[in-house]
Structure formats: structure tokens, C-alpha cells
């Protein structure tokens, strides 16, 4: 039985056809299934059972609670979730097809817990044709199981800069949308589509970009554009990295999310009334309007469920603020835009010093004759010959190098400090017309 004990790089290798999962998993699942492959990946074809702390399985995950009910019912789920491979190929076409359940076998008891995969899924998922590095470092940031399931499908298309053109009904099964869901194409942009992408660019290490396709007006079809993201840096492995109980919150309210037309229907709602009102209000001021309908039809107010329904959406029914309630909403509004408009004061304030710097800089070079920059140029180089930085990048393109331009320019703006000085520079601003106020003091 193997027991793995936390390899210090938490990269999983997953097959594609693996990341292409025909059923819907839950955000909390979907990661829980990388995170147990991650550590099961070295001794797949060894060992039968493997096994994994709650607590390590638990802090991977990001799941900062006491309780297992969830985490059983996570691997319940995906003992019973189908894996269907070769869901989509290199070029976005179907090929030969097979199934398999997700995991075997799981069992938790005292401090661990253990599972098991089939024979055959061992051999693919251990000894897959193409697979993708996923880091279960960027997947905790993921909040939304869509979002997640899209950087999965797509971050194997990195190198190739271009998913190519899904199918709406194959992109609706390789993102788990039920088939019910989200027939009409706004609906599906907004949920699928919009959100998760802005969430995996600001998320991860890859950013996306959707273009669609178009017959008589009508999107058939979506691809993806796919490139790195240029804050990979940012997404480095913190070895005692702590998240807080944002994800089982966002669990629920995603669990929430994805049966609110269920609980509108219960309502009596038809189905026209279910997308007109989840297209034009967000999930949680329904539910608050839904809270009151039920509150009044047990006291008795209610006759017609639907029409009373739909009038507390459409008329918002929720109990109205007070007046003491509203102004200090007002007020903290009010806060809240002074402070934003006092960093756009200070960066406004600091291009416009950047931009004076550079002026300055570049009238002194352009000052200087050409034997007084030769002169200037050799200073230069004489006084930073024993930089490392210098020296690693000064026989590349000399001067005009990047960096040893930047070196340059830094060189130079120390040599004229006497003209960058603050007067100089509120002076240079009076001349723009543009007034610093007192946010000058604050900025420099």
C-alpha cells in the first residue's frame, strides 16, 4: 500500500482525456480528483490501494474544516463519476471512446484516507500518450468548478496557442453543463464562458482569450486562444501556504447556484419565466425574494404561489432600509469612491513624474555633442564595469540592450539631479496646467 508522503513539487500529470470529464464535478471534487491522482501518480502501477492523510488531503485542498461529511460525499461522488476518454482530440474531433468510473474503491478511517483506481485507468492515467502538469498551487485559487474545468481543457493547448473550434454541445460535455442548462447562448456565455475566463487569466498561469463562431447569426461553435501568462512568477509553491474556508463557502454557494432554476420551477415558475427572470436578476436577490414568498405563504398571504412569485422579483419585496440604514450605505459609498479617487490622483501624479523625468533625461542627452556623450558614454561604462548585471548583458547589442539601457538612463538621471528636483517638476506640471494640490507630498 502506498503512502505517499507530500513530494515537494505538486504538479499531477493528467492524461487529456482524462481533464475531458463527461460528468459534472463539483469545484471541491474536481479537485480532489487531481489532488489524489497527484498522490497516488508513483506508485500507480505498484501498488493497488493508496493512501493519503485527512489533513494533507484537506490542507491541498484548501478545505479549512473540521468536518468530513463533505469530503466523504466528494469521494462518493466520484466513485460514481465517468470517465469518458478521447472525449476530444488534438484537433477538437471525437475519437476512439471508452469509459471507466473514477475511482474503485475509497474508505476512510482514523487519520487516513484510502482509494483505489481500476486496472485498466491505472495503465492510462500512469502511462498517458499526451498529458498536462496541472499545479494543485494555482488550482486552489480556482473558486469556481467552471473556471477550474476550463483552465484544465485548455491549458494543454498552450504550446499550440489555439483549443480549435468545439461544438457548443461537446464544449457543454467537456465543462459538465447538464444538458438542460443553459440552452440559450447568453446564459451559457455569462455562466461558462465569461466568468470562468476572467477567472482563470487573473487566476493562473495562462491567459484566455474566446472567439466565436457564427452560421446565420446563430453561435455554433467556440474556440479558445491560449498563451502564458506573463505573471507566472506570481504562482509560486508556498510550502505552508494557508487558505482560508473561502472554498467550502464557495462550494455551497455554487451547490446554490447550479439549482436555482430547480427552486424557481418549485415556485411554479414555467420555464420562459425561469430564464427571463435568471437572465435579468443575480442568483442571490431571487433567493432573497424566494425566502419572502415562502415566509408570506406560511403565514397565510399567499394564494396564487406563481404570480406572487414573480411579483416579488419583478417589485423586490425584500424589507426596505431605514433611513438611519441608507445614509450610512451612502456614506460608506461616498468613502469608498474619495479614497479610489485619491489613487487615481497619486498615480496621475506619478506618470506625470515618470513622464517629466524622461523629458528631462533626454534633453541633457540631447544637449550634449557628440564628443561630450562619447565622454559621457565612457564614464558609464568605466563606473559600472564591475556590475554583475552589467556584465552579464553589455556585449549584447551594447547600449541599446534593455537592460543596459536601463542602467544608462539611471546613470544619467543621477548626473542632472540638480535639474530633477521637486520645484522643477511642480513647476512642469503648472506649465501642463495641471494642478498637484496637496497630493504631491503623498506621492513623492
Known amino acids: 500500500m502506498s503512502d505517499n508522503s507530500l513530494p515537494a513539487e505538486k504538479n499531477v500529470k493528467k492524461h487529456v482525456a482524462a481533464v475531458h470529464i463527461s460528468n459534472r464535478l463539483s469545484l471541491l471534487e474536481r479537485k480532489m480528483s487531481n489532488v489524489l491522482l497527484w498522490n497516488a501518480y508513483e506508485d500507480l502501477l505498484k501498488e493497488d490501494i493508496h493512501r493519503i492523510r485527512v489533513k494533507d488531503l484537506a490542507d491541498i485542498l484548501g478545505y479549512d474544516s473540521n468536518d468530513r461529511a463533505l469530503l466523504k460525499q466528494s469521494l462518493v461522488n466520484l466513485m460514481s463519476t465517468v470517465l469518458e476518454w478521447n472525449v476530444l482530440d488534438e484537433k477538437g474531433r471525437e475519437k476512439d471512446w471508452e469509459a471507466s468510473t473514477m475511482l474503485e474503491y475509497t474508505r476512510m478511517k482514523g487519520a487516513y484516507c484510502y482509494y483505489s483506481y481500476g486496472k485498466k485507468l491505472r495503465e492510462k492515467l500512469y502511462n498517458p500518450a499526451m498529458y498536462e502538469r ?65 477567472q482563470v487569466n487573473s487566476s493562473s498561469d495562462i491567459i484566455l482569450k474566446p472567439e466565436f463562431k457564427r452560421e446565420k447569426r446563430r453561435v455554433v461553435a467556440v474556440r479558445f486562444q491560449v498563451s502564458d501568462n506573463p505573471q507566472l512568477s506570481l ?49 442571490e436577490y431571487i433567493r432573497e425574494n424566494l425566502e419572502i414568498v ?38 460608506k459609498l461616498a468613502k469608498k469612491q474619495a479614497v479610489e479617487q485619491r489613487f487615481q490622483e497619486i498615480n496621475r501624479v506619478e506618470n506625470l513624474r515618470k513622464e517629466f523625468e524622461s523629458e528631462t533625461i533626454q534633453n541633457a542627452l540631447n544637449r550634449m555633442s557628440a564628443a561630450e556623450y562619447a565622454t559621457f558614454e565612457k564614464r558609464f561604462h568605466n563606473e559600472h564595469k564591475e556590475n554583475l548585471i552589467y556584465q552579464k548583458f553589455k556585449d ?49
Not at 494543454?156 to 468545439?166: A, D, L, V
Not at 537592460?403 to 538612463?409: A, N, P, Q, R, S
Open 294 to 331: 415562502e415566509g408570506d405563504y406560511k403565514a397565510g398571504k399567499v394564494e396564487n404561489v406563481p404570480a406572487y412569485t414573480m411579483a416579488a422579483i419583478k417589485k423586490d419585496y425584500r424589507p426596505k432600509k431605514s433611513k438611519f440604514e441608507e445614509e450610512h450605505d451612502q456614506k
Open 134 to 198: 496541472i499545479n494543485l498551487t494555482i488550482q486552489k485559487k480556482f473558486s469556481s468548478g467552471y473556471a477550474l474545468a476550463l483552465y484544465e481543457n485548455c491549458l494543454r493547448f498552450k504550446n499550440t496557442g489555439t483549443t480549435g473550434w468545439i461544438e457548443l454541445d461537446r464544449f457543454r460535455k467537456i465543462m459538465g453543463v447538464n444538458p438542460k442548462e443553459y440552452a440559450d447562448f447568453r446564459r451559457l456565455n455569462q455562466r461558462v464562458i465569461k466568468g470562468p475566463v476572467g
Open 235 to 283: 504562482f509560486g509553491l508556498g510550502k505552508n501556504e494557508k487558505v482560508s474556508a473561502a472554498l467550502v463557502a464557495q462550494e455551497k454557494l455554487e451547490h446554490e447556484g447550479a439549482k436555482i432554476e430547480d427552486d424557481l420551477q418549485q415556485y411554479g415558475l414555467t420555464e420562459k419565466q425561469v430564464e427571463w427572470v435568471t437572465a435579468h436578476y443575480d442568483d
Open 396 to 444: 549584447d547589442k551594447g547600449i541599446q540592450n534593455r537592460v543596459i539601457k536601463g542602467l544608462f538612463l539611471g546613470f544619467v538621471r543621477k548626473s542632472i539631479s540638480q535639474e530633477i528636483t521637486e520645484e522643477k517638476f511642480k513647476e512642469y506640471a503648472r506649465n501642463q496646467g495641471i494642478s498637484l494640490k496637496t497630493e504631491i507630498t503623498t506621492a513623492s
